[in-house]
């Protein structure tokens, strides 16, 4: 217990056994009682808890607005590291010359921002993510396949179907296996015109042999416009050419008939170390070549083998003619070798008259010009 000096009213002792004397007040101190009894006391512990819990809101307060500027650091902190937020403060100031650890405009609390360059938009911070595993090559003997397969055509075929059977193929006719790195990328080359009904065919079947094969590929439809005499090479050579505009990563190159179908999905849609002819044997020729030295219907060439002959020659309008040419490029027989130097793939002329990108294929629609006053061959 302690005693206070002389209080407010100048009355010595005004306050008996250690009160204290507030606002004209007597009040008691903790556990002090009052001069008149009851009411004092009662103030006094009035005014303690008033104190205590002014007190206890401050600190309840101040609890709160701690907890907010957390909330609000976390907040940035974690949508900075994707938006750069922050960074876009940094480009305010002119740009320095400067190794990143002395540069003032690097954000150096986040190690994986860098600093902006002047007057350019600043990207977002280069936070390494996870990077897909490498797939395996593709096997040589794909474990898919099935051999001999039942080929008819008088079931009603509609688009919409062969879509639904492939699904995995994407817009534009493009393909590639999923688990798997192919060896090549294979680009299917059909001249075309007026033959739908065929198409739906040879896209209900070679979609899934293809897909079964393991092959990365594209599948383009080089339609010839109008109704002049039809040139099988030299839509060829457009295919050729507008297929590499599109993907140069092409290495391998199939050229194929519409009406054309495997009957076995062994035969391999791939390209050797020479030219590779898949129709050796049709049914409409009775399973056999038609004659020593055929190379239509469906062959395949690697992207050197094609330029290396100058491609396809463009003068052969009408069937037939063409395909003996092309096999006597590859012989390297002389007469032949007069007129490959100047009819190819370097000379040929066409004008792309539209490009639509079908769910099974690339239809490319092409005017390649008309044939020569002189009578068609074939």
């Excluded at 606002?23 to 808890?49: E, N, T, V």
């Excluded at 109008?226 to 590499?244: P, Y």
């Excluded at 495997?262 to 035969?267: C, L």
Aim: with cysteine.
């Amino acid at each position: 217990m302690f005693a206070r000096g002389a209080g407010r009213l100048g009355r010595p002792g005004a306050c008996m056994h250690g009160c204290v004397e507030e606002q004209r007040l007597c009040l008691p101190a903790a556990g002090c009682p009052g001069p008149s009894g009851g009411p004092a006391a009662a103030c006094g512990m009035s005014r303690l808890l008033g104190g205590t819990l002014e007190r206890v809101c401050k600190a309840v307060l101040l609890l709160c607005l701690l907890h907010f500027l957390v909330a609000v650091i976390l907040y940035f902190d974690v949508y900075a590291q994707h938006l750069a937020f922050f960074s876009r403060f940094s480009v305010r100031g002119p740009a320095r010359a400067l190794h990143p650890a002395a540069s003032s405009s690097t954000n150096c609390s986040r190690p994986n921002t860098t600093a902006p360059s002047s007057g350019l938009p600043e990207a977002p911070s280069a936070r390494p993510g996870p990077t897909a595993p490498a797939l395996p090559p593709c096997p040589d003997s794909p474990p898919g396949l099935v051999g001999r397969l039942l080929i008819e055509f008088t079931s009603p075929m509609p688009l919409e179907r062969v879509q639904r059977e492939n699904p995995g193929v994407l817009l534009g006719g493009r393909y590639a296996p999923p688990d798997c790195t192919p060896a090549q990328t294979v680009a299917v080359i059909i001249p075309f015109r007026h033959r739908e009904h065929h198409l739906r065919y040879w896209l209900h079947y070679l979609h899934p042999i293809l897909r079964r094969q393991r092959l990365r590929y594209g599948v383009y439809v080089i339609n010839q416009h109008g109704e002049d005499t039809f040139n099988r090479a030299k839509l060829l050579n457009v295919g050729f050419l507008e297929a590499l505009k599109e993907d140069a990563t092409y290495d391998c190159f199939i050229f194929s008939d519409v009406d054309l179908v495997p009957m076995d999905d062994r035969n391999l849609y791939r390209c050797g170390d020479q030219p590779r002819h898949f129709a050796i044997a049709m049914d409409k020729f009775g399973f056999r070549l038609p004659y020593a030295g055929y190379f239509g219907g469906v062959s395949g060439l690697s992207k050197a083998q094609f330029l290396r002959i100058n491609g396809f020659p463009n003068e052969y309008w009408g069937w037939g003619g063409e395909d003996d040419d092309i096999f006597n490029r590859f012989t390297k027989i002389q007469n032949t070798k007069l007129t490959m130097k100047r009819d190819g793939i370097g000379s040929v002329r066409y004008q792309v008259l539209e490009v639509s990108r079908q769910p099974l294929f690339t239809n490319i629609t092409v005017d390649i010009g008309r044939p020569p006053s002189w009578p068609p061959r074939g």
